[in-house]
């Protein structure tokens, strides 16, 4: 069975930093890309950023260019947002996700339908 695990959320003041990350039981998510999705009360989930099965390729949002970088560890089978100067409007439920056992290509994907494993989500959470 397959389960994507997000570890690292919390409380943090404005322009703090957090480090979020996925880890994967049950596949090597080294094979496979991964993207950290966010959702806020009241809005659609979001994607935040994204990166290929081989960390050759990223994409980070416009909303968190500059502030937040994603990385990927394949040997300990680990994906990782960091999360630097952070605002209240980053507050939201992150979520990493990642399309295993599926066709992939070799850049990272965006769009939410296209990934089919989803973790539970962690809450970050900015104070002004």
């Known amino acids: 069975q397959v389960r994507l695990v997000e570890s690292g959320g919390g409380l943090v003041q404005a322009g703090g930093s957090l480090r979020l990350s996925c880890a994967a039981s049950g596949r090597y998510l080294s094979r496979y890309p991964v993207g950290w999705f966010r959702q806020a009360p009241g809005t659609e989930r979001e994607i935040v950023a994204a990166i290929s099965w081989s960390g050759r390729s990223t994409y980070v949002g416009d909303s968190v260019k500059g502030r937040f970088t994603i990385s990927r560890d394949n040997a300990k089978n680990t994906v990782t947002l960091q999360m630097n100067n952070l605002r209240p409007e980053d507050t939201a439920v992150y979520y990493c996700?990642?399309?295993?056992?599926?066709?992939?290509?070799?850049?990272?994907?965006?769009?939410?339908?296209?990934?089919?494993?989803w973790g539970q989500g962690t809450q970050v959470t900015v104070s002004s």
């Open positions: 996700a990642s399309r295993i056992d599926r066709d992939v290509g070799s850049g990272y994907l965006t769009g939410e339908n296209w990934y089919n494993y």
